[in-house]
């Protein structure tokens, strides 16, 4: 399979306050490329989410914003390319928030959250958070909530799954955004 897995972190609650992403970038069923940056987002940091992320203000305070990040990475987001994430609904809506508050175009791609995919094919797993998923399928995970690892788990979620399922059984996960 070829795909790119992403992740973000955020600032708060709003949809626009990314702080971190990362893309783990999938060729023929293994991960050839990765990237990773931190984000200045244009709004405030809420306490819970540095305690869930370690990201502080200080942290970002050099770092680019959005449009400067997006630019290097938008060619990865056109109609034919498959974007994974392990939370898709969020990590889309952090994706076209973000895109939206800097009045940048909305691309179109194809989606897949590995949650779904992870509850038809372990509906026995206690439950299908990304931490709990990768420590069943023996799959490294070296600091949940850290963009770069966790996107980098996704990927490997649904390369198992692929290879333990059939791509065939993973079309129907797939959504055009």
């Known amino acids: 399979m070829n795909f790119v897995a992403m992740d973000f972190e955020t600032a708060n609650h709003e949809k626009h306050s990314a702080v971190s992403v990362a893309l783990a970038v999938v060729r023929d069923d293994q991960v ?16 819970r989410n540095t305690a869930i992320h370690g990201i502080h203000e200080q942290d970002v305070a050099n770092a680019p914003k959005f449009p400067e990040i997006w630019a290097k990475v938008a060619p990865l987001f ?34 897949l959250d590995t949650v779904r995919s992870s509850r038809k094919f372990f509906p026995d797993f206690a439950n299908h958070k990304l931490n709990t998923v990768a420590e069943n399928l023996g799959i490294t995970l070296a600091h949940h909530h850290n963009a770069l690892d966790d996107a980098v788990a996704a990927a490997n979620i649904l390369i198992y799954q692929a290879q333990h399922f059939g791509t065939e059984n993973i079309k129907p996960f797939v959504k055009n955004k």
């Open 78 to 111: 056109t109609e034919e390319k498959l974007v994974v994430a392990h939370n898709a609904p969020f990590d889309h809506g952090v994706l076209t928030g973000t895109l939206a508050y800097y009045g940048i175009e909305q691309p179109h791609y194809m989606l």
């Open 32 to 47: 050839v490329d990765e990237f990773y940056s931190l984000i200045q987002p244009e709004t405030y940091f809420s306490a």
